[in-house]
C-alpha cells in the first residue's frame, strides 16, 4: 500500500487535553473498586487509596527545578520522522504515535551546555492510572552522556542510546521492549550532578503524551505479520463484508476509516473505560476480548453499539443497514457518550475490523453462511415439526443467513504455538463469555480440530461452522424422535475479501475439513464427546432414507418479479411412493426467524420407482410484496410424508431477492486537496414505487460521513442522480462508500476508487498551518 502524509482532521470530534491522563476518562470507579474505597475501614481492612491520591505520593511524578543541574529548554520528539519511521503516518490525531519493539528519536535541548563528568541524566516514562517502579509502569532509564552508548533501564527491557552529544543538546534513540503496555505514555527527563546530594534534582514533564500501538512490523511483536498481507489487514481503510445467502451473496463495501479521528482516541478509551489492567494491556488476548465486549452495549459498561433484530425500528435512529462504515458511528459514541442505535452482525465486526486495526492488530471481517447458533452446548443444532410437518419455532436452535465475525492474526503465549495465526473473536451478543458479553478469541486451528476443551469459546463457533442438523418430529403423545441428522449444511461459503483486490477469498477449508471426508466426520465424533448430550448417542440411529428432497429457489429474480420455488423429490426405492408435499413461503430475516407468512400450498404426488418429480409453486409479485421486510429475504419450508410408511421430513431455506444496481462516477485519479466531484446514480428497475429514500455516503481522506434524503417517490423506471464533492486530504489509492435504502428495499451498495497524488509545491502538509489556517482552508473548500 502507499504510504502517506497524515493531514489533519477537518471535522473531528473535540480531543481531550493534551494532559489528560487515562483515570481523568473514567467516570466512576468500577462498583467492586467503589465498595472497597468506601466501606474498607468498616470491615477491617485498609481502604484503597483512589488513583489520584496515589500519584499525589509518588514523588517521581513531581516536577522539581531546584538546583544547578541541567534544566530542560525544549523537547523535539520529532513526531513526524518517527511517526514516518513507524507507518504512524496516516493517523488524524496529533501527538507522537510509535510502535512497540522499534526504537523511536527525540532530542533535548538544556539551558547549558552538557558536562558528561558532572551531568546525570534520568529519562522516565510513566505508563497507566497507578504507575509505580515496582510494577513496571515507571521506566527509568540513565542515559550515558557520550556518543554511541547504550543505556538499559533497571529491569533491562527499555534501552536508550545516545547518537550525538552537541553543545546544549542531547539526541537519543529510545527502544520500547515488543511486549511494551500499549496506550498513553507520559514523558519525564530528570537531571542531577554528580557533587549534590541524589535528592537534589529537576525533573521536567513533557506537555505531550507519547502513543504506544502494536507492532505489526516487529517480527518479536506476537501480531507480527508479513508485508503484502500486513498492507490488506493493518493498512487498508476500506474492505468487503460478504452478506446474503449461500447460493446468492455479494460484498457490501465498508469504509474501516481507522486512521480517522476520534477512532484511536475511541479504542483507547475504551480499554480505560473497561479498566483494563496496566499489565494486561500488553497482552493481545486481553485487548481484544476487553474490544470484543465494548463494542456492544450488553454489559453494566454500556458499549459501543446497540444491537436490534425487529421489524419495526423507533424513529430518530440509524438503521443497521444504512451503515456504510465504522468512523460515524465511532464519532456519535464519542461525542454523546452513550451506546449508538442500531447495529447487526455486519456492523458490529466492522466496527471491531476499525477499532483492532487502529491499535495495530491485523483484523478482518469474516461471514459464514449458514451460520448456526447452539444454545445448550449440545453441539448440535436442533429443529422440531409438528406430525404434519410444520415448524415448531419456539423449540429450535437457530440457523442464520450468515453470520458476521472477525478474525485477528497474533501468536497465542498462552497456548502451544501450534495455535498461533488466525484467532476468531465475535462482538455481536449471542452468549456469554464468563460472564460478559463477548466471544473468542479461539485459535482458528483448533476450530477445524475440534479441540473444543480449550479457552475461548471455541465449542460455540465450532458449532456454528460444523454442527450437525438433527431434525425431530414431536409426535401427538408428546413423543420425540430423530427423523433425519443433516451432516452438511452448517457453515457454508465462509467469506473474507482478498488480499489486494475486491474479490471474495474462501476460508471454508480453514474452517473444517472438507465435508463427509473421514477427517471431518473424526473431528465430529471426538467433539461430540464434550457434548451436554453426549450419552444420548443419536448417530447409532439408522436414519437412511429411500426418498430424498432437494429444494428449488430462485437464484436471480429481482424484487417485485414473479418467481416459482419448490423442490425436486427423488424415490430411490425398488416401490412406486405416494408422496404429500406442503410449501410454506413466509418472509423472513436473516437471523433464520420467521416473519409473516405470504403463502402455503400443499400437493399430492405418485413419484415412480428410481423416479424423480418437481414440485413447484407460482408466487407472483402480489402476493409477497406486501409482507415483504426491506432485506427481501425469505424462507421456504417443504414439509413431505411419505403416506406408504407415514414418515415424514421437512427441510428449509431462506434465499433473497436481486435489488437493484447503483452506480458511482469519479475520476480515476486526483491530486491532493484538490476538489472533484462524483456522480451517483441509482435507477429503479423493479415495478415498485420506493419511498423514503435515503443515499450514504463514507470516505475516509476524501469525504465526511454524510446522509442525503431522496424526498421524492421513485417510480419505476426513474433515476435519481447525486452530484457530490470530493476532497482528497491524504494520497494514495482511496474508496469511495455510498449505499441506498428505502421503506422498501435496502443494501443497495456501490463504490468507486480513486487514486491520489501528493500534492507537488504548494500546500504539502496542511499540519505546518496553524489550527485557524488549517480550518479555514478546508471550510473554503
Known sequence: MTRRRRAAATEASPQPPKRTRRYNLRSTPSRIKRDLLLGGEQEGRRPLVTDEEHRDKNKVLKPESNTEALKVSSVDLQAEKNRDAHHTEEYEMEGLIVRRGQSFCLSITFDREINKDEDILILQFVFGARPQESKGSVIRIPVKLEADCDSPDILNTWKVTTTTIKEKTATVSVTPPEDSSIGRYEFFVESKLVSKEATDLNRYEHEDNLIMLFNPWCPEDTVYMEDRERDEYVMNETGRIWMGSQRCFFGKPWNFGQFDNPVLECALHLLDRAELGDVARGSIVSVVRTISAQANSCDEDQGILEGRWTETYPKKCTLPWSWTGSVKIIKEFMEKGKSVKYGQCWVFSGLVTTLCRSLGIPTRSVT????????????????????????????????????????????????????????????????????????????????????????????????????????????????????????????????????????????????????????????????????????????????????TFDLVLPEDTLVGDDFKAGLIVTNASSEDKTIRVKLTLVSAYYTGVAGRRVKNETFEYNVNSEDKRQVMMDVDSGEYVKFMNPGAVFQLYASCKVMETKKSFAKQESFFLRKPEMTIEMPEKAEQYEEVKAVI????????????????????????????????????????????????????????????????ITDVESSATIYVSRKAGGLDDPTTLSTSERNSFFIGK
Open 368 to 547: 459464514n453462511f449458514e451460520s448456526a447458533h447452539d444454545c445448550d452446548s449440545s453441539m448440535t443444532i436442533d429443529s422440531h415439526y409438528d406430525e404434519d410437518g410444520d415448524p415448531m419455532e419456539d423449540m429450535n436452535d437457530s440457523v442464520w443467513n450468515f453470520h458476521v465475525w472477525n478474525e485477528s492474526w497474533f501468536r497465542r503465549l498462552d497456548l502451544p504455538e501450534d495455535y498461533n495465526g488466525w484467532q476468531v473473536h465475535d462482538a455481536t451478543p449471542q452468549e456469554v463469555s464468563e460472564g460478559v458479553m463477548r466471544c473468542g478469541p479461539a485459535p482458528l486451528k483448533a476450530v477445524k480440530e475440534g479441540h473444543v476443551y480449550l479457552n475461548y469459546d471455541v465449542a460455540f463457533i465450532f458449532a456454528e461452522v460444523n454442527g450437525d442438523r438433527v431434525q425431530w418430529q414431536c409426535n401427538d403423545d408428546g413423543s420425540m424422535e430423530v427423523t433425519k441428522i443433516d451432516k452438511h449444511s452448517v457453515g457454508k461459503c465462509i467469506s473474507t475479501k482478498a488480499v489486494g483486490c475486491p474479490d471474495r477469498h474462501d476460508l471454508t477449508l480453514d474452517y473444517k475439513y472438507p465435508e463427509g471426508t473421514q477427517d471431518e466426520r473424526r473431528v465430529v465424533k471426538f467433539v461430540n464427546r464434550f457434548s451436554t448430550r453426549r450419552k444420548e448417542n443419536i448417530y447409532h440411529l439408522d436414519l437412511k432414507h429411500e426418498v
Open 681 to 744: 446514480k441509482f435507477h429503479n428497475t423493479t415495478k415498485l414505487k420506493l419511498t423514503g429514500g435515503s443515499l450514504q455516503i463514507e470516505g475516509s481522506g476524501l469525504v465526511t460521513a454524510e446522509e442525503i434524503a431522496t424526498k421524492k417517490v421513485i417510480k419505476a423506471g426513474d433515476e435519481i442522480i447525486e452530484e457530490i464533492k470530493v476532497f482528497p486530504t491524504r494520497y494514495g489509492t482511496k474508496e469511495l462508500v455510498a449505499s441506498f435504502s428505502c421503506d422498501q
